[in-house]
């Protein structure tokens, strides 16, 4: 293979909703870069991206799969992510290494749900696209529905490029308002002939054809003067327009075929060769600190890590775009951010499942090398002289978890392992083991997602396991001040243990005065502090206490075991064994024993006193609350709204956004078990949500009776 320079090479990702055909348009671009010699096909399980068992077997995209297309000189490195937006990981990591997208609209179903939400990720990574209508030879293919909505859905203006000239069974023509000519289609393989437009479409085509003159003056003010002056530009002069128009977003050129039978396909890449933005043309990549790395084939050689991938008897492939300079087997490199260093080996393009070995890659080019010692994703990876970290990539919070355990425990460890390399592939799945829930929770971006994880954990690595609802992390903490006393005496021989401890409990804020005196059911007690120790507790909130022990009461020793025993029982509540927070505890009396008092009795004394005191302090229990942002249809707002009300959520804002409501809402984590399943369904798949942590507050009191009962239960169990 040649060696492409970075103004020879177009980055592609391919965009749209699953089922809208974009596996089967990188298959017919393969196939006209001359990659493969005969087209794969979906159905058949047999294309170069769709290459797993699962994907088979769901006749879908799942992974995101990157393949290449030499033509008319130019490469095109072409990434077909998943179109499910449970699978949307991969897609962000696309657009961290892509200049382009292509937003394949099935010519049956116009720009539905899929669509929309690949169009939103597309517009919040600032990244240009081209529309290609696809499926236009299907029975029920209407190119006018399907022009009608996307002019009335996008935000970015869409300008006719090519339209079909008889859309439906039997299409076979298209006609091109730039190049104003007729592509006819004599068999499906994309053999095609150039023919005059016919007479009957010459007025509509002129129409589009100035529409499209019109929108590519819009763009650059030289071109907009030649205009006026002639009335007219050349097509050279309104690839420039277009050019800059696509590159800042100002419009989207659109383009229709058929991928199935390869029509459209080819003239779709002569366009993003001559037009679309490469890495010369497109943004510069930043570093962390804002600075912009120019595509230069000579200087510092540095690569961004995208993606990694495991493979039987291969080990990690690491997937890279090369920033800067030019990457070279064997060549040293170093990770800017820890300084360890890793040798590169031999280098290779991606062809789906399969690879193309190659000497060298220049700045802008895409390919994989294997076995990194540390594979991770977002690492930069450069040569002396390059001290930067490239921005990395940003991916969304998760919506959706579950707990997961083993059905063996045997298999403990391996279910870990496998889980930790799970995450590693894809950092959308975030996996960590809860030491207050004593569960494994594994969160991802829905439930399908999570059930594909399944399923490659029970076919692939023959492991059995069980999902279940994750417990929801409470605190418990208390309303008013309260006291209790309590004394440990066992005796059984030999040396006993005794201690006894009096103690006072009050919430505590910050700001709070230092106590002195409080009355508890009539008596007063008054402290005198002559210690206090402040405790950031791992679990958020504090512990305060106060020793204010007079006289020699109980040792100066035995008072770091009773800060222990009160520790200990805040880290399993009295209420429902969630942890404990926001506690105020002043040590105000006791009795100790000269032989038989030691740490443990103060410890066991101390613990059963918090207890007490905790029962008889008005306590509650606190639940997290989360902010979550939802995206709805219009036309599903209300059902949206009635189920978040029914979740317990408070309201907090809505505003508008061309046919969509945005919903910010307070909802209790308790409520929000299996929520993207249930919004799928009740907007048709076209809505999204995401959900941040907000705080902790109180539950009410009818949830409250209900946890008291349920842990009770467990607790006599």
Known sequence: MKKYLPNEIKNIVLLGASGSGKTTLSEAMAFEGKVIERRGSVENDSTLSDNTDIEHTYKRSIYP??????????????IDPPGSDDFCGGLFSAFKIADVGILTINAEEGFEA??????????????????????????????????????????????????????????NAIIDVLLMKCFRFTDDNGTRIEEPIPESEKARAAELHNKLVEAAAEN??????????????????????????????????????????????????????????????????????????????????????YKTHSEPHLGEVSFFRVITG??????????????????IGQIFIPVGKNRVKVDELCAGDIGCVVKLKNPKINRTLATAGFEGVIEPIKFPEHRFRTAVKAVKNSDDEKLGEALAKASLEDPTIVVEYSKELKQTIIHG??????????????????????????????????????AADYRHKKQSGGAGQFGEVHIVIEPYYDGAPVPSKFKIDGKDIVLNVRSTEEIDLEWGGKLVFHNCIVGGAIDARFIPAVIKGIQEKMENGPLTGSYARDIRVALYDGKMHPVDS????????????????????GPKIMEPIYMIEVLTPSDRMGDVMSDLQNRRAIIEGMTSEKGFELIT???????????????????????????????????????QTKLLKEYQDTDEE
């Open 220 to 305: 650059d003010e030289s071109l907009m003067e030649l205009y006026f002056e002639k009335g007219e530009l050349t097509e050279d002069e309104i690839r420039s327009g277009l050019k800059w128009g696509i590159s800042r977003r100002d419009l989207i050129p659109v383009f229709c075929g058929s991928a199935k039978k390869d029509i459209g396909t080819k003239r779709l890449m002569e366009f993003c060769c001559r037009v679309a933005p490469g890495p010369v043309k497109a943004p510069n990549v930043k570093t962390v600190d804002g600075e912009e790395v120019e595509p230069k084939v000579d200087g510092p050689t540095v690569i961004f890590v």
């Open 65 to 78: 799969s990157q393949m290449f297309a030499e033509f008319n000189g130019y490469k095109l490195n072409i």
């Open 326 to 343: 030019t990457l070279t087997e064997g060549m040293e490199l170093t990770d800017t951010q820890n300084g360890s260093k890793e040798k």
């Open 598 to 617: 030691n740490e443990i009795s103060f410890k066991l004394a101390a613990r059963n006193a918090f207890k007490e005191a905790f029962r008889n302090a």
């Open 665 to 703: 809402a307070r909802v209790p984590l308790a409520e929000l078990y299996r929520y993207s399943t249930v919004l799928s369904s009740l907007s048709n798949g076209r809505a999204s949500y995401n959900m941040k942590f907000l705080c902790y507050e109180q539950v009410p009191s009818d949830v």
């Open 114 to 171: 899929g669509t929309e939400i690949q169009a939103r990720y597309a517009r919040k990574h600032m990244k240009p696209i081209i529309f290609f209508v696809n499926k236009l030879d299907s029975e029920k293919a209407s190119w006018e529905n399907t022009l009608e909505s996307m002019e009335h859905n996008s935000h970015v203006k869409p300008v006719v490029v090519q339209y079909p000239l008889n859309p439906g069974v039997g299409f």
């Open 445 to 482: 971006q829905g439930e399908h997602h999570l059930n594909i994880l399944k399923w490659h954990l029970t076919n692939n690595l023959k492991l059995d396991v069980e999902f279940m609802p994750p417990r929801i992390p409470y605190r418990e903490t208390i309303t008013k001040a309260a």
